[in-house]
Protein backbone atom coordinates (compact mmCIF):
# COMPACT_ATOMS: atom_id res chain seq x y z
CA UNK A 1 0.00 0.00 0.00
CA UNK A 2 1.06 3.32 0.66
CA UNK A 3 3.95 4.01 1.60
CA UNK A 4 5.06 7.83 1.71
CA UNK A 5 3.34 10.75 0.47
CA UNK A 6 4.34 13.79 -0.83
CA UNK A 7 6.41 14.55 -3.95
CA UNK A 8 8.05 10.84 -3.96
CA UNK A 9 6.92 7.81 -6.27
CA UNK A 10 4.26 6.25 -4.71
CA UNK A 11 3.14 2.65 -5.95
CA UNK A 12 0.03 2.21 -4.52
CA UNK A 13 -2.36 -0.85 -4.51
CA UNK A 14 -6.07 -0.50 -4.27
CA UNK A 15 -7.70 -3.98 -3.61
CA UNK A 16 -10.79 -5.15 -6.25
CA UNK A 17 -12.93 -7.95 -4.35
CA UNK A 18 -11.87 -11.03 -5.84
CA UNK A 19 -9.64 -9.93 -8.07
CA UNK A 20 -6.06 -9.69 -6.31
CA UNK A 21 -4.77 -6.49 -6.02
CA UNK A 22 -4.57 -4.16 -8.87
CA UNK A 23 -1.74 -1.08 -8.43
CA UNK A 24 -2.29 2.32 -9.52
CA UNK A 25 1.39 3.59 -10.87
CA UNK A 26 2.25 7.44 -10.63
CA UNK A 27 4.75 9.16 -12.12
CA UNK A 28 7.71 10.71 -10.19
CA UNK A 29 6.37 14.10 -9.11
CA UNK A 30 3.04 12.78 -7.61
CA UNK A 31 0.08 14.54 -7.19
CA UNK A 32 -1.02 15.80 -3.78
CA UNK A 33 -1.95 13.04 -1.09
CA UNK A 34 -5.88 13.92 -1.53
CA UNK A 35 -5.56 13.69 -4.99
CA UNK A 36 -3.95 10.57 -5.72
CA UNK A 37 -6.25 9.37 -3.40
CA UNK A 38 -9.03 10.44 -5.30
CA UNK A 39 -7.37 8.97 -8.78
CA UNK A 40 -7.48 5.74 -6.56
CA UNK A 41 -10.72 5.76 -5.44
CA UNK A 42 -12.02 5.87 -9.38
CA UNK A 43 -9.27 3.36 -10.62
CA UNK A 44 -10.92 1.26 -8.02
CA UNK A 45 -14.37 1.72 -9.17
CA UNK A 46 -13.24 1.01 -13.18
CA UNK A 47 -13.36 5.12 -14.08
CA UNK A 48 -10.45 6.40 -16.50
CA UNK A 49 -10.63 10.03 -16.26
CA UNK A 50 -8.85 13.28 -16.92
CA UNK A 51 -8.46 14.70 -13.21
CA UNK A 52 -7.55 18.19 -12.22
CA UNK A 53 -6.38 19.36 -8.90
CA UNK A 54 -8.66 22.68 -7.67
CA UNK A 55 -6.40 23.44 -5.22
CA UNK A 56 -3.16 23.82 -6.83
CA UNK A 57 -5.27 25.48 -9.83
CA UNK A 58 -6.37 27.66 -7.03
CA UNK A 59 -2.44 28.60 -5.71
CA UNK A 60 -1.39 28.90 -8.81
CA UNK A 61 -4.10 31.76 -9.79
CA UNK A 62 -3.65 33.25 -6.46
CA UNK A 63 0.18 33.72 -6.61
CA UNK A 64 0.17 34.46 -9.85
CA UNK A 65 -2.58 37.38 -9.64
CA UNK A 66 -0.70 38.78 -6.51
CA UNK A 67 3.32 38.62 -7.98
CA UNK A 68 1.72 40.25 -10.82
CA UNK A 69 -0.33 43.03 -8.74
CA UNK A 70 3.24 44.08 -7.56
CA UNK A 71 4.47 44.03 -11.49
CA UNK A 72 1.49 45.69 -12.77
CA UNK A 73 0.93 43.14 -15.14
CA UNK A 74 -2.37 42.38 -16.02
CA UNK A 75 -3.24 38.24 -16.50
CA UNK A 76 -5.44 36.38 -18.82
CA UNK A 77 -6.36 33.15 -19.22
CA UNK A 78 -6.27 31.91 -22.82
CA UNK A 79 -9.88 30.61 -22.88
CA UNK A 80 -9.27 27.72 -25.92
CA UNK A 81 -6.80 26.16 -23.24
CA UNK A 82 -9.73 25.10 -21.02
CA UNK A 83 -13.53 26.66 -21.41
CA UNK A 84 -14.77 24.34 -18.14
CA UNK A 85 -17.26 26.72 -16.09
CA UNK A 86 -15.68 26.10 -12.35
CA UNK A 87 -12.20 26.71 -13.84
CA UNK A 88 -13.08 29.64 -15.81
CA UNK A 89 -15.02 31.21 -12.67
CA UNK A 90 -11.99 30.56 -10.19
CA UNK A 91 -9.92 32.23 -12.75
CA UNK A 92 -12.32 35.58 -12.63
CA UNK A 93 -12.74 35.16 -9.03
CA UNK A 94 -8.95 36.35 -8.61
CA UNK A 95 -9.40 39.30 -11.33
CA UNK A 96 -8.16 37.02 -14.16
CA UNK A 97 -9.65 38.30 -17.72
CA UNK A 98 -9.82 36.19 -20.59
CA UNK A 99 -7.96 36.47 -23.84
CA UNK A 100 -10.52 34.96 -26.42
CA UNK A 101 -10.32 34.56 -30.76
CA UNK A 102 -14.10 34.76 -31.34
CA UNK A 103 -17.59 34.89 -30.52
CA UNK A 104 -18.04 31.51 -29.30
CA UNK A 105 -15.35 32.27 -26.66
CA UNK A 106 -17.19 35.58 -25.97
CA UNK A 107 -20.04 33.34 -25.28
CA UNK A 108 -18.34 31.13 -23.16
CA UNK A 109 -16.76 33.66 -20.67
CA UNK A 110 -20.46 35.63 -20.69
CA UNK A 111 -22.50 32.70 -20.15
CA UNK A 112 -20.06 30.71 -17.53
CA UNK A 113 -18.72 33.49 -15.55
CA UNK A 114 -20.72 36.26 -15.23
CA UNK A 115 -19.94 40.24 -13.89
CA UNK A 116 -17.85 42.08 -16.57
CA UNK A 117 -14.35 40.45 -16.71
CA UNK A 118 -11.76 42.25 -18.99
CA UNK A 119 -11.64 40.23 -22.15
CA UNK A 120 -9.02 40.90 -25.24
CA UNK A 121 -9.68 39.12 -28.66
CA UNK A 122 -6.97 37.89 -30.67
CA UNK A 123 -8.04 36.04 -33.79
CA UNK A 124 -6.22 35.12 -36.80
CA UNK A 125 -9.33 35.63 -38.66
CA UNK A 126 -13.09 36.04 -37.92
CA UNK A 127 -16.02 34.72 -39.36
CA UNK A 128 -17.76 37.65 -41.39
CA UNK A 129 -21.12 37.57 -39.98
CA UNK A 130 -19.07 38.29 -36.59
CA UNK A 131 -17.58 41.39 -37.47
CA UNK A 132 -20.26 43.11 -36.78
CA UNK A 133 -21.01 42.13 -33.39
CA UNK A 134 -17.62 42.17 -32.02
CA UNK A 135 -17.07 45.50 -33.25
CA UNK A 136 -20.61 46.03 -31.24
CA UNK A 137 -18.84 44.86 -28.20
CA UNK A 138 -15.44 46.58 -28.44
CA UNK A 139 -17.49 49.78 -28.43
CA UNK A 140 -20.10 48.80 -25.69
CA UNK A 141 -16.32 47.46 -23.79
CA UNK A 142 -17.30 44.18 -23.34
CA UNK A 143 -13.89 43.58 -25.21
CA UNK A 144 -11.77 45.77 -23.64
CA UNK A 145 -8.75 45.32 -26.69
CA UNK A 146 -8.28 43.57 -29.84
CA UNK A 147 -5.56 42.92 -32.33
CA UNK A 148 -5.99 42.51 -35.72
CA UNK A 149 -3.81 40.46 -37.48
CA UNK A 150 -3.50 41.36 -41.14
CA UNK A 151 -3.20 45.21 -42.11
CA UNK A 152 -6.52 44.49 -44.22
CA UNK A 153 -8.52 43.76 -41.14
CA UNK A 154 -6.93 46.78 -39.25
CA UNK A 155 -8.42 48.74 -42.14
CA UNK A 156 -11.99 47.24 -41.87
CA UNK A 157 -11.40 47.29 -38.23
CA UNK A 158 -11.14 51.52 -38.46
CA UNK A 159 -13.72 51.90 -41.21
CA UNK A 160 -15.86 49.98 -38.55
CA UNK A 161 -14.78 51.59 -35.35
CA UNK A 162 -13.94 55.23 -36.97
CA UNK A 163 -12.30 57.19 -34.34
CA UNK A 164 -11.05 54.36 -31.56
CA UNK A 165 -8.27 53.37 -29.97
CA UNK A 166 -7.18 49.89 -32.20
CA UNK A 167 -4.47 47.28 -31.77
CA UNK A 168 -3.00 45.01 -34.05
CA UNK A 169 -0.70 42.14 -33.95
CA UNK A 170 3.13 41.70 -34.88
CA UNK A 171 5.35 38.98 -35.76
CA UNK A 172 9.52 39.28 -35.18
CA UNK A 173 9.66 37.71 -38.99
CA UNK A 174 13.00 39.74 -40.42
CA UNK A 175 14.72 40.83 -37.13
CA UNK A 176 17.85 40.44 -35.89
CA UNK A 177 17.77 38.29 -32.61
CA UNK A 178 21.00 37.52 -30.81
CA UNK A 179 22.25 34.08 -30.99
CA UNK A 180 20.05 31.97 -28.35
CA UNK A 181 17.30 33.45 -27.72
CA UNK A 182 13.90 31.11 -29.54
CA UNK A 183 11.82 32.93 -31.08
CA UNK A 184 9.53 30.80 -33.91
CA UNK A 185 10.14 32.97 -37.18
CA UNK A 186 8.64 33.36 -39.54
CA UNK A 187 5.82 33.17 -37.98
CA UNK A 188 2.49 33.08 -39.78
CA UNK A 189 0.62 35.54 -37.39
CA UNK A 190 0.29 39.25 -37.18
CA UNK A 191 2.46 41.86 -39.58
CA UNK A 192 6.32 42.83 -39.64
CA UNK A 193 7.53 44.99 -37.26
CA UNK A 194 8.78 46.76 -40.08
CA UNK A 195 5.11 47.30 -41.35
CA UNK A 196 3.71 49.40 -37.90
CA UNK A 197 4.15 52.56 -39.75
CA UNK A 198 1.72 51.37 -42.37
CA UNK A 199 -0.65 50.09 -39.90
CA UNK A 200 -0.21 53.99 -38.37
CA UNK A 201 -1.18 55.41 -40.82
CA UNK A 202 -4.03 53.22 -42.07
CA UNK A 203 -5.60 53.37 -38.38
CA UNK A 204 -4.78 57.46 -38.62
CA UNK A 205 -6.48 57.55 -42.25
CA UNK A 206 -9.58 56.38 -40.21
CA UNK A 207 -9.37 58.99 -37.41
CA UNK A 208 -8.42 55.70 -34.91
CA UNK A 209 -5.04 55.70 -33.08
CA UNK A 210 -2.91 52.58 -32.97
CA UNK A 211 -1.86 52.42 -29.57
CA UNK A 212 -2.04 48.07 -28.38
CA UNK A 213 0.31 45.72 -29.85
CA UNK A 214 0.32 42.34 -29.61
CA UNK A 215 2.88 39.34 -30.10
CA UNK A 216 2.44 35.80 -29.32
CA UNK A 217 5.99 33.53 -29.86
CA UNK A 218 4.43 30.30 -30.95
CA UNK A 219 4.45 28.65 -26.85
CA UNK A 220 6.94 25.21 -27.29
CA UNK A 221 9.75 28.47 -27.86
CA UNK A 222 9.27 30.72 -25.39
CA UNK A 223 11.25 31.67 -22.33
CA UNK A 224 11.94 34.52 -20.48
CA UNK A 225 14.56 36.06 -23.00
CA UNK A 226 11.75 35.45 -25.82
CA UNK A 227 9.92 37.11 -24.04
CA UNK A 228 12.07 40.25 -23.24
CA UNK A 229 13.72 40.16 -26.47
CA UNK A 230 10.40 40.70 -27.98
CA UNK A 231 8.83 43.26 -25.68
CA UNK A 232 12.26 45.75 -26.51
CA UNK A 233 11.76 45.25 -29.81
CA UNK A 234 8.14 46.28 -29.96
CA UNK A 235 8.38 49.57 -28.31
CA UNK A 236 11.59 50.14 -30.06
CA UNK A 237 10.01 49.70 -33.56
CA UNK A 238 6.60 51.35 -32.09
CA UNK A 239 8.75 54.62 -31.60
CA UNK A 240 10.33 54.49 -34.61
CA UNK A 241 6.91 54.15 -36.50
CA UNK A 242 5.58 57.53 -34.24
CA UNK A 243 3.31 54.86 -32.07
CA UNK A 244 1.96 55.97 -28.34
CA UNK A 245 1.96 52.46 -26.96
CA UNK A 246 -0.66 52.20 -24.56
CA UNK A 247 -0.64 48.50 -24.05
CA UNK A 248 1.78 45.54 -24.87
CA UNK A 249 0.40 41.88 -24.85
CA UNK A 250 3.25 39.21 -24.60
CA UNK A 251 0.95 36.66 -25.61
CA UNK A 252 0.86 32.94 -23.90
CA UNK A 253 3.45 30.48 -23.44
CA UNK A 254 4.58 31.18 -20.13
CA UNK A 255 6.42 28.90 -18.70
CA UNK A 256 7.97 29.80 -15.42
CA UNK A 257 7.45 27.84 -12.30
CA UNK A 258 4.37 29.36 -10.04
CA UNK A 259 6.29 30.31 -7.49
CA UNK A 260 6.89 34.17 -5.95
CA UNK A 261 10.76 34.43 -6.56
CA UNK A 262 10.13 33.05 -10.20
CA UNK A 263 7.17 35.07 -10.93
CA UNK A 264 8.81 37.93 -9.35
CA UNK A 265 12.12 37.49 -11.21
CA UNK A 266 9.91 37.48 -14.80
CA UNK A 267 7.94 40.18 -14.25
CA UNK A 268 10.65 42.38 -12.86
CA UNK A 269 13.12 41.36 -16.20
CA UNK A 270 9.63 42.56 -18.01
CA UNK A 271 9.48 45.76 -16.37
CA UNK A 272 13.07 46.45 -16.54
CA UNK A 273 12.47 46.99 -20.65
CA UNK A 274 8.50 48.07 -20.20
CA UNK A 275 7.92 51.55 -18.58
CA UNK A 276 5.94 51.32 -16.35
CA UNK A 277 3.13 53.47 -18.00
CA UNK A 278 2.67 51.11 -20.79
CA UNK A 279 0.34 48.31 -19.95
CA UNK A 280 1.90 45.10 -20.01
CA UNK A 281 -0.69 42.01 -20.47
CA UNK A 282 -0.06 38.24 -20.85
CA UNK A 283 -2.26 35.59 -21.55
CA UNK A 284 -1.39 32.25 -20.94
CA UNK A 285 -3.12 29.06 -21.38
CA UNK A 286 -0.83 26.03 -20.48
CA UNK A 287 0.62 27.50 -17.47
CA UNK A 288 -2.50 27.51 -15.83
CA UNK A 289 -2.84 23.88 -15.25
CA UNK A 290 0.54 22.84 -15.67
CA UNK A 291 0.98 20.56 -12.20
CA UNK A 292 -3.03 19.96 -12.15
CA UNK A 293 -3.94 17.71 -15.06
CA UNK A 294 -3.33 13.91 -14.71
CA UNK A 295 -4.68 10.88 -16.55
CA UNK A 296 -6.03 7.83 -15.60
CA UNK A 297 -5.33 4.53 -18.04
CA UNK A 298 -6.21 0.91 -17.29
CA UNK A 299 -3.43 -1.76 -18.80
CA UNK A 300 -5.51 -3.83 -21.00
CA UNK A 301 -2.59 -5.74 -22.73
CA UNK A 302 1.35 -6.16 -22.25
CA UNK A 303 3.20 -7.38 -25.54
CA UNK A 304 6.73 -8.91 -25.45
CA UNK A 305 8.67 -7.73 -28.84
CA UNK A 306 12.94 -8.47 -28.73
CA UNK A 307 13.54 -4.96 -27.43
CA UNK A 308 10.47 -3.13 -26.05
CA UNK A 309 7.27 -4.26 -24.28
CA UNK A 310 4.12 -2.47 -25.67
CA UNK A 311 1.64 -1.66 -23.27
CA UNK A 312 -1.89 -1.13 -24.30
CA UNK A 313 -3.94 1.53 -22.49
CA UNK A 314 -7.59 2.35 -22.37
CA UNK A 315 -6.55 5.90 -23.42
CA UNK A 316 -5.70 7.19 -27.01
CA UNK A 317 -3.03 10.23 -27.53
CA UNK A 318 -4.93 11.98 -30.08
CA UNK A 319 -7.82 11.23 -27.27
CA UNK A 320 -6.82 12.10 -24.54
CA UNK A 321 -3.37 13.63 -24.71
CA UNK A 322 -3.22 16.31 -27.48
CA UNK A 323 -0.96 19.46 -27.13
CA UNK A 324 0.25 17.70 -23.65
CA UNK A 325 3.71 16.66 -22.91
CA UNK A 326 2.73 14.26 -20.14
CA UNK A 327 5.13 13.00 -17.31
CA UNK A 328 4.69 8.93 -17.10
CA UNK A 329 4.58 6.41 -14.42
CA UNK A 330 7.92 4.62 -12.99
CA UNK A 331 7.72 1.32 -14.17
CA UNK A 332 10.30 -1.56 -12.53
CA UNK A 333 11.65 -3.89 -15.04
CA UNK A 334 8.69 -6.70 -16.38
CA UNK A 335 11.82 -9.70 -14.53
CA UNK A 336 15.12 -9.06 -13.28
CA UNK A 337 17.57 -7.63 -15.22
CA UNK A 338 15.51 -6.85 -18.21
CA UNK A 339 15.97 -3.60 -19.46
CA UNK A 340 13.67 -3.67 -22.74
CA UNK A 341 11.70 -0.14 -22.44
CA UNK A 342 7.89 -0.37 -22.24
CA UNK A 343 6.05 1.65 -25.04
CA UNK A 344 2.72 3.12 -23.47
CA UNK A 345 0.53 2.97 -26.29
CA UNK A 346 -3.41 3.75 -26.49
CA UNK A 347 -6.41 1.10 -27.92
CA UNK A 348 -6.78 3.01 -30.99
CA UNK A 349 -6.19 1.37 -34.68
CA UNK A 350 -3.64 4.22 -35.49
CA UNK A 351 -0.17 2.91 -35.64
CA UNK A 352 1.19 6.14 -33.95
CA UNK A 353 -1.42 5.97 -30.87
CA UNK A 354 1.78 6.00 -28.83
CA UNK A 355 1.67 7.74 -25.67
CA UNK A 356 5.69 7.81 -24.74
CA UNK A 357 8.05 5.10 -23.82
CA UNK A 358 9.24 4.47 -20.60
CA UNK A 359 13.01 2.99 -19.44
CA UNK A 360 12.36 0.51 -16.84
CA UNK A 361 13.48 1.76 -13.07
CA UNK A 362 15.03 -1.35 -10.90
CA UNK A 363 12.88 -1.66 -7.82
CA UNK A 364 9.92 -0.40 -8.97
CA UNK A 365 6.86 -2.59 -9.32
CA UNK A 366 6.46 -3.45 -13.15
CA UNK A 367 2.91 -3.01 -14.50
CA UNK A 368 0.44 -5.98 -15.20
CA UNK A 369 -2.67 -6.29 -16.78
CA UNK A 370 -5.53 -4.44 -15.11
CA UNK A 371 -3.20 -2.02 -13.11
CA UNK A 372 -3.82 1.94 -13.77
CA UNK A 373 -0.77 3.93 -15.29
CA UNK A 374 -1.38 7.76 -14.40
CA UNK A 375 0.23 10.47 -16.20
CA UNK A 376 1.03 13.86 -14.73
CA UNK A 377 1.12 17.17 -16.60
CA UNK A 378 -1.84 16.63 -19.11
CA UNK A 379 -3.12 20.13 -20.20
CA UNK A 380 -6.82 21.18 -20.61
CA UNK A 381 -5.68 21.90 -24.12
CA UNK A 382 -6.14 17.85 -24.27
CA UNK A 383 -9.49 17.97 -22.91
CA UNK A 384 -10.76 20.73 -25.22
CA UNK A 385 -9.13 18.59 -28.15
CA UNK A 386 -10.66 15.40 -27.11
CA UNK A 387 -12.43 13.13 -28.98
CA UNK A 388 -14.25 9.83 -28.96
CA UNK A 389 -12.31 8.73 -32.14
CA UNK A 390 -12.56 4.82 -32.78
CA UNK A 391 -14.89 4.87 -30.30
CA UNK A 392 -12.60 5.11 -27.25
CA UNK A 393 -14.54 8.08 -25.20
CA UNK A 394 -12.84 11.81 -25.08
CA UNK A 395 -12.78 12.43 -21.07
CA UNK A 396 -14.04 15.86 -19.41
CA UNK A 397 -12.07 17.39 -16.84
CA UNK A 398 -12.96 15.57 -13.06
CA UNK A 399 -12.05 18.61 -10.63
CA UNK A 400 -10.87 17.82 -7.61
CA UNK A 401 -10.98 19.95 -4.37
CA UNK A 402 -7.43 18.57 -3.36
C1 LIG B 1 -2.70 34.35 -29.24
C2 LIG B 1 -2.47 33.32 -28.21
N1 LIG B 1 -2.48 33.69 -26.93
C3 LIG B 1 -2.29 32.79 -25.93
C4 LIG B 1 -2.10 31.45 -26.21
C5 LIG B 1 -1.89 30.51 -25.06
O1 LIG B 1 -0.68 29.85 -25.19
P1 LIG B 1 -0.18 28.84 -24.06
O2 LIG B 1 -1.27 27.89 -23.80
O3 LIG B 1 1.01 28.16 -24.59
O4 LIG B 1 0.16 29.66 -22.86
C6 LIG B 1 -2.08 31.03 -27.54
C7 LIG B 1 -1.88 29.60 -27.87
O5 LIG B 1 -1.90 29.14 -28.96
C8 LIG B 1 -2.28 31.99 -28.58
O6 LIG B 1 -2.27 31.63 -29.86
Known amino acids: MVASLGGQHRPAAITKAGNGDIQVLFPRRCPALGVAEAIKASCAIGRPGFFVDMANLRRRLTVTTEVAAEYGVRVLYAVKSCGNDEILRAAAGLGVGFDISNNEEFEIVASRVGGRPFVSLTSPGLAKEQRERVCRMIRTGDIARFYCDSLRQLGDFCGLLRGSEVGIRVNLNGEAITDGVPVYAPSRFGVRLNELKAARDIAA ?89 YLSAQVLDVKAFDTYLVLVTDCGALNHLQWSYPELPVLGPIARGDRRPYLMCGRTCFERDVVGQIAPSPGYPAPLIDDWLVLGEVSGYSAELGSSFNGVPARAPILLPG
Open 205 to 293: SAGCRLRWIHLHNASEFNERSSFVTAARLMLKRSHEAGIDVAALDLGGGLREPADERSLGDFFGALRSVIPDHVELILEPGHFWLSECG
